[in-house]
């Protein structure tokens, strides 16, 4: 059997191989101590302004989405699955209550002026997190050439001032020559804004955008996950009866594993206990009462959450 020091060494490894290949979110962090330089770890940026702001097709007081739908179910275009979790400049705290006020151009490259078709607002939950599902935005000519699709963010952590911003991604061929999505320095350096998306079972496309802006919340995970533990995988996903679960302990803790819903409900405790440096696998169940939808799988370590990754319960 391996020591447990080899074990330590062959979790830091796979942990490391993920982050190159991607596998992990965006969550990491740049933090800045008084009088000395800025550290960054990784790739936690703020998230920047855009350069077109916030454009001329902006409409006020837009209601609340009913079901996190930005897009009716008879809306034209592909579906489209956007989410993540709104973090504090430095990512070390994640922002509960947060407004995402959320609105773009329909399939045709068009917006609604005259009501609210494809405008809303979420709130991120107890637990930092928000989604909304819509459609993908098309283009349109401004000028002499296309903007690449895009989705307009104005975000506002309680107590704290508004960042409007867009969102792109990736591959979209407009971005190289948009004078706004093509920044890449300075306060309206759009690169952390371009995010890919992939397609899931449905036939929905999918991305995720971790949001990090001006605000306090709670203390939550950034990069510390890198010596503590970390969720390597949910299989299947989507999933209709059966989740197996598989995630890594770096050092011996109190750990546990635990699913939220949307409001950041916690719905079920997978394990609650003592753990060795090792790799893990839980299984996870759920009652037929719980409806289908998305769900949050967080790991951890003496009580501090320090990674999730997001299934969907499809019965």
Not at 172 to 195: F, K, L
Request: charged share 20%; proline share 6%; glycine share 8%.
């Amino acid at each position: 059997m391996k020591s447990n020091k080899n074990r330590r060494q062959f979790l830091k490894n796979i942990s490391l191989t993920s982050l190159t290949m991607g596998v992990l979110p965006v969550i990491s962090c740049g933090r800045t101590s008084p009088g000395k330089k800025e550290i960054k770890i990784n790739n936690c940026e703020k998230t920047t302004l855009d350069l077109y702001g916030e454009g001329p097709f902006y409409t006020d007081n837009p209601p609340v989405l009913q079901g996190n739908q930005l897009a009716e179910a008879n809306e034209a275009g592909t579906r489209m699955i956007i989410s993540g979790r709104v973090f504090n400049l430095d990512c070390s705290q994640y922002l509960p209550n947060t407004l995402i006020d959320i609105w773009h151009a329909n399939d045709a490259g068009q917006y609604d002026n005259q009501g609210y078709n494809l405008r809303g607002q979420v709130y991120s939950n107890n637990q930092g997190f928000y989604m909304f599902e819509t459609i993908q935005p098309g283009k349109y000519l401004n000028g002499s050439k296309y903007r690449p699709s895009h989705i307009h963010f104005k975000i506002t952590p309680p107590g704290f001032q508004t960042l409007t911003t867009q969102l792109y991604f990736e591959g979209d061929t407009d971005i190289p020559e948009d004078a706004a999505a093509s920044v890449n320095s300075g306060q309206y350096d759009a690169t952390h804004r371009i995010i890919p998306l992939t397609e899931n079972t449905e036939g929905k496309l999918e991305g995720t955008w971790d949001i990090m802006v001006n605000g306090e919340g709670v203390t939550g995970t950034s990069d510390i996950h890198l010596d503590k533990g970390i969720i390597y995988s949910l299989n299947p996903n989507p999933f209709t009866e059966s989740l197996m679960i598989k995630y890594g302990v770096f050092r011996k803790a109190k750990v546990s594993l635990v699913a939220y819903d949307l409001l950041g409900n916690l719905v079920a405790i997978l394990e609650e206990k003592e753990l060795l440096p090792e790799i893990y696998e839980a299984e996870w169940n759920p009652p037929s009462s719980l409806p289908n939808g998305h769900y949050f799988i967080a790991l951890k370590i003496n009580e501090l959450q320090v990674y999730y990754l997001k299934t969907i319960l499809r019965r």
